[in-house]
């Protein structure tokens, strides 16, 4: 078995643990990108309001630049206006910042609770584990370790050249600034630059795209279980007393249902008169004895008897019978000889009635 490969794909139990211990399919680089695109969205939007709160702000600078007019007995009071501006530009940005960035944790993650990992473990804070820890962590041969510096790396180069390109399709523009007025100056080189941050959101975005495909296929393969741990696993659920519980309660449910269903092509109902009740059918062309459809004590018998009552069907009172017929015969059970004369009265009877 510590040979086996691991060619199956992770039960659902499996992957509860694993989940559990924190473990699931994550991407720094994904996550990071959708911030990125997050926080310049945020301000592309609220740059008109960020721009009239510093306007306003430069305003009241300028405008309040006599000494003569500061309180010396409240000297915080000069900063107060700053202290404002400042919350109306950073609040709103900082509120959406936080309501995106948990909807993009949940987007990744999911409903994650991890149990196992909240668990206080004592062994990690040992000297000697925090000192593997770190080594592990710069440790520059270690495989993880390299593939992330190649991945900063291969980053770094995309967006360099991604840069370069948007700087060299744009040269003439920016080269006839000069001697242009600060105005359609400020407007160009602001143009240039934003079709620059846009430019490297989109290549962040596909290369995080790509981490997140790529970590999703290293966890699937992390988690692959063995022939053999898949099948240790549904032995141990098969013989989990819940499982087998909630397995055998769903199983007479379904009994039940189908057994109340077929009250309604029953011939007559003996009961005895209150806890027990029997359905009985007699069909001569398919069964050559009669047959019980169904049967049940207390609450179950009480709704057999009220489905024979909404469907007209006959409820003969026979308390010997009905015991007898509900201990000997199963449901979808043909009656016993020493029971056919007493049955054959009772269905002598519904017949005599319904003028059979």
């Known amino acids: 078995m510590a040979n086996e490969e691991r060619t199956e794909s992770a039960t659902p139990k499996r992957r509860e643990k694993e989940r559990d211990k924190g473990n699931i399919a994550k991407s720094q680089d994904f996550t990071s990108s959708l911030m990125l695109t997050l926080g310049v969205g945020l301000l592309y939007m609220l740059s008109s309001s960020i721009l009239d709160n510093l306007e306003a702000l430069l305003h009241h600078t300028f405008t309040h ?7 010396e007995l409240n000297p915080m009071g000069i900063f107060i206006p700053y202290a404002e501006v400042t919350s109306k530009i950073l609040l709103p940005f900082l509120f959406l910042l936080c309501v995106g960035a948990a909807l993009i944790l949940r987007l990744q993650t999911g409903a994650l609770f991890a149990k196992e ?3 206080p ?54 080269f006839a600034t000069i001697g242009m007025d600060v105005n359609t100056s400020f407007a160009v080189v602001g143009s240039v630059i934003l079709e620059l941050i846009v430019n490297i959101c989109i290549i962040l975005l596909i290369i995080g795209i790509i981490d997140k ?14 022939k053999q741990e898949v099948k240790d696993e549904w032995k141990n659920l098969e ?59 207390d609450f179950i018998a009480f709704k057999i008897r009220e489905i024979a ?33 007493a049955v054959a009265e009772v269905l002598r009877f519904v017949y005599s009635t319904k003028g059979k």
């Open 239 to 297: 013989g989990d007393p819940k499982i087998k519980s909630k397995v055998r309660a769903f199983q007479m449910q379904i009994m039940q249902q189908k057994m109340m269903s077929s009250v309604k092509e029953s011939d007559v109902v003996v009961v005895n008169p209150t806890h027990y009740a029997v359905a009985i059918k007699y069909d001569p062309e398919n069964t050559p004895v009669p047959q019980v459809l169904a049967k049940g004590v």
């Open 117 to 119: 990992a909240l668990k």
């Open 65 to 71: 630049l006599n000494p003569n007019e500061i309180n």
């Open 309 to 341: 009552k909404n469907n007209n069907i006959p409820i003969v009172e026979n308390k010997p019978l009905a015991q007898s017929l509900y201990k000997l015969v199963p449901i979808g059970g043909i009656i016993p000889q020493e029971l056919y004369v």
């Open 121 to 174: 473990n004592l062994e990690r804070l040992s000297p000697g584990n925090m000192v593997k820890m770190l080594l592990k962590k710069f440790n520059f041969f270690e495989p993880k370790t390299m593939m992330e510096f190649v991945k900063s790396l291969a980053k770094l180069a995309v967006i360099g050249l991604v840069g370069f390109n948007v700087i060299n399709k744009r040269k003439g523009d920016l």
């Open 213 to 226: 495909k790529f970590q999703d296929y290293q966890y699937e393969k992390s988690i692959k279980m063995t």
